[in-house]
């Protein structure tokens, strides 16, 4: 039998998942079609088959196209194939074993997670509420020593951002942010602890700021009252801190 390195099948299961993970964003609101629904050209609607859903290849043999209606097909969706790879090659450089499993479907479900909040400005609790309960897990079944400081962070993340929500209401008359950053923000607790909550947040901060900027830049000005995908900046820090652990202040 031949014996594969440990990060090969990451890596080619990778394309395949990103796949998926386009179906459940574009599709986020509607939990039966991700399970049952076919796919289908977004132009003229005619049904996918087997070879127009090979990742990457499939769009690239076509050219970008819709081979029924001859329509461009988004890049979104060679798009978000190739970033899953790039999760899973970042997980191979930085974990092996069973936690590099782990860190792969830890980072897809992160990125889902941001393209779903560009996109809709939503964080699914099917998602959110899942991943906290996997982070106590994976902080038991690797660390028992270490589950208080998860559920501390746990609760820690989902009491900072009400905290946040609750003032910044109080100041302004409406709401800042949503309850959805909360639960995001408890699961990333659950996964890094409650050290870790720092470095997410601020990480996000800056991450945020940049995109804002680049948006201005991009758009010629921006406002107070518009939206923000917080959420998918936070999947960021949450991945960041994951993989490398808190900022360190630098030595004297």
């Known amino acids: ?63 970008g196209q819709c081979r029924h209606c001859r329509q461009p097909v988004p890049l979104f969706y060679p798009g978000i194939e190739l970033a899953a790879i790039g999760v899973a090659i970042w997980s191979v450089v930085m974990t092996s074993g069973w936690i590099l499993w782990i860190s792969c479907f830890f980072g897809w479900a992160l990125l889902v997670l941001a393209v779903i909040d560009f996109k809709y400005y939503v964080l699914p609790d099917r998602l959110t509420l899942s991943l906290i309960a996997a982070g106590i897990l994976v902080a038991w079944r690797f660390d028992p020593a270490a589950v208080l400081d998860h559920v501390i962070g746990a ?22 942010i949503g ?12 996964w890094v602890s409650w050290s870790g909550l720092p470095s997410v947040v601020l990480i996000a ?14 758009e010629g000005k921006i406002a107070m009252t518009d939206e923000m995908p917080f959420g998918a900046y936070l999947c960021l820090g949450i991945w960041i801190v994951w993989l490398y652990g808190p900022l360190q202040a630098a030595a004297p």
């Open 1 to 63: 039998m031949i014996a594969f390195p440990s990060w090969v099948l990451p890596v080619v299961f990778a394309p395949f998942i990103g796949s998926f993970l386009g179906v459940v964003a574009l599709r986020a609101g509607n939990f039966h079609s991700i399970v049952f629904g076919r796919s289908a050209c977004p132009n003229c609607g005619a049904q996918l088959g087997v070879l127009d859903l090979v990742p990457v290849f499939s769009w690239l043999a076509s050219r």
């Open 155 to 176: 609760v820690g993340g989902l009491f900072f951002v009400l905290g946040l929500r609750w003032i910044y209401q109080a100041l302004r008359g409406r709401e800042g």
């Open 179 to 190: 309850l959805g950053d909360a639960k995001l923000l408890a699961a990333a607790g659950a």
């Open 205 to 218: 901060a800056v991450a945020g700021l940049g995109g804002a900027l680049l948006r201005r830049w991009h």
